[in-house]
């Protein structure tokens, strides 16, 4: 089909997916991602040891970069910062481009303190302990009392590791510190049972203990918790861990108190009590503050889309078409606020269109049924004289940036597969892009 050449901007689930649906309609794609390796989170968030589902993800996706009309450029970040723009990739005349770059924006606690040592986001932890570079090779230490703030599945994710995967030294306790209470934990059985082990009965029957007045308002009985949130109350676990896993419901974190070393040494709490507000429960804050022991904090409240990139930006992600005519479409159409128009040809999808929500089906969902909106603009769209994957490549390195294709990354692969043969270990990953990109010209060199 010579209509131009869709350009598809990030290699997470949401991209790839949404770039094999526009290639299975007989259009040219070419996907630039910021990472070398495709994958986004698949790659560099879901949890190390899931090799079943990163492996089967895996192969779905060199699938996809295996279409003969899909071509990839990786370690290729566009941002308003960068030699790559939102601005400069209009140049190239692409048919349509679709932002599919996840939420790389972090969503401060806002707390004075917060640039304490030992203070992280989750997001940031979660790309070192997966080997994202350059996060991979920066300081994520951690200290004996560890708190994490959030009850869903990355909390659950990023305890087992502290408890059970980190290499070195464990922590003593891992608090999972929450605004609300045991019955609005978000994490889901299965992820919880990893970590179940860890999880000390006592002290949390004494946690729900201190909370059962505060969660009455709410209309909560904490004697249900152990027939709805925390079946785990009414087993013991057959050994005990030296390392215990604790809870510390309805409290908000207000500061961040740094030790002589600037680490973190304490948290300020304020404790909530809980009301009811329609169907939901809402925390309400009283006059009492506790001060917690802490020396590391991992914030995992979900992310928000990055503003540097360089799209129009609403109140927490980028602006989409507001049209109430046809919301289903609008959704997916990047809006501008200043001219009140919208984007011709842009397009977000995934997590970069709503972040951090669902799991790889439901960001692939939300790309697909973006495409059917990109598909239908598509047909009524003149035709465009793209730059091809060629011209891109050529022009991007003449920037000076190292950037990789879809062949490299099949060598990239090969080379990973010996190294973790060589090793005996079920995966290795090159942590840092030089030893990536030494690796390749390597192997294409001998
Ligand atoms: C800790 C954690 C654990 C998870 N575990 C699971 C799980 O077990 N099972 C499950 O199904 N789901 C899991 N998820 C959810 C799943 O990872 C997401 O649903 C999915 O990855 C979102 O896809 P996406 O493509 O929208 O974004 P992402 O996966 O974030 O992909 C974004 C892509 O865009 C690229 N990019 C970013 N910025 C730029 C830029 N400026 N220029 C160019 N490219 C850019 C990145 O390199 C990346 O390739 C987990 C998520 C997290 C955070």
């Known amino acids: 089909m010579d209509q131009g050449i869709v350009y598809v901007v990030g290699a997470g689930p949401a991209g790839l997916f949404a770039a094999r649906k526009i290639a299975t309609a007989g259009y040219q794609v070419l996907i630039l991602n910021r990472d070398i390796k495709p994958g986004g989170l698949a790659e560099y968030g879901i949890y190390p040891q899931k090799f079943h589902m990163k492996n089967g993800l895996r192969k779905q996706f060199a699938k996809i970069l295996a279409m003969p009309n899909v071509d990839y450029i990786g370690n290729a970040r566009v941002r308003s910062d960068e030699r790559l723009t939102v601005e400069g990739l209009k140049d190239w005349a692409p048919a349509a481009i679709v932002y599919a770059v996840g939420a790389q924006g972090t969503k401060n606690l806002g707390l004075p303190g917060e640039d304490a040592k030992g203070v992280y986001s989750a997001k940031d932890f979660v790309y070192h302990y997966n080997l994202l570079p350059p996060f991979a090779s920066q300081d994520f230490s951690t200290g004996r009392r560890v708190a994490i703030i959030g009850m869903g599945n990355v909390m659950a994710d990023i305890a087992r590791w502290l408890l059970i995967d980190q290499p070195g030294e464990k922590p003593d306790e891992v608090t999972v510190i929450a605004r609300r209470g045991p019955f609005e934990v978000k994490f889901d059985r299965k992820e919880f049972d990893e970590i179940e082990a860890f999880l000390n009965r006592k002290e949390l029957q004494d946690e729900l203990n201190r909370v059962a007045e505060a969660c009455k308002g709410a209309g909560q009985d904490v004697g249900q918790v152990a027939d709805t949130t925390f079946p785990w109350l009414k087993t013991q676990p057959e050994n005990t861990p030296a390392s215990k896993l604790k809870f510390r419901f309805l409290s908000s974190p207000i500061a961040i108190e740094p030790g002589a070393d600037r680490r973190i040494a304490?948290?300020?709490?304020?404790?909530?009590?809980?009301?009811?507000?329609?169907?939901?429960?809402?925390?309400?804050?009283?006059?009492?503050?506790?001060?917690?022991?802490?020396?590391?904090?991992?914030?995992?409240?979900?992310?928000?889309?990055?503003?540097?990139?360089?799209?129009?930006?609403?109140?927490?992600?980028?602006?989409?078409?507001?049209?109430?005519?046809?919301?289903?479409?609008?959704?997916?159409?990047?809006?501008?606020?200043?001219?009140?128009?919208?984007?011709?040809?842009?397009?977000?999808?995934?997590?970069?269109?709503?972040?951090?929500?669902?799991?790889?089906?439901?960001?692939?969902?939300?790309?697909?049924?973006?495409?059917?909106?990109?598909?239908?603009?598509?047909?009524?769209?003149?035709?465009?004289?793209?730059?091809?994957?060629?011209?891109?490549?050529?022009?991007?390195?003449?920037?000076?940036?190292?950037?990789?294709?879809?062949?490299?990354?099949?060598?990239?692969?090969?080379?990973?597969?010996?190294?973790?043969?060589?090793?005996?270990?079920?995966?290795?990953?090159?942590?840092t892009n030089q030893e990536m990109l030494r690796a390749i010209q390597t192997k294409v060199a001998g």
């Open 266 to 431: 304490h948290l300020r709490v304020v404790e909530n009590i809980l009301v009811r507000d329609g169907e939901n429960t809402r925390p309400k804050a009283t006059d009492t503050e506790t001060l917690l022991d802490i020396d590391t904090l991992i914030f995992a409240i979900g992310d928000l889309a990055d503003r540097g990139l360089g799209l129009p930006y609403g109140k927490n992600s980028y602006a989409t078409n507001p049209d109430t005519a046809n919301p289903d479409r609008a959704a997916y159409e990047v809006f501008d606020p200043a001219s009140g128009k919208v984007v011709d040809g842009v397009f977000v999808v995934g997590w970069a269109r709503k972040a951090s929500e669902g799991l790889v089906g439901k960001a692939r969902f939300d790309a697909e049924q973006g495409v059917n909106h990109i598909l239908k603009y598509l047909e009524g769209a003149a035709k465009k004289s793209s730059a091809s994957a060629a011209d891109v490549l050529s022009q991007i390195r003449s920037k000076g940036i190292e950037t990789v294709t879809k062949d490299d990354i099949i060598t990239l692969g090969q080379v990973e597969a010996q190294q973790a043969q060589a090793h005996g270990l079920p995966e290795f990953k090159f942590s």
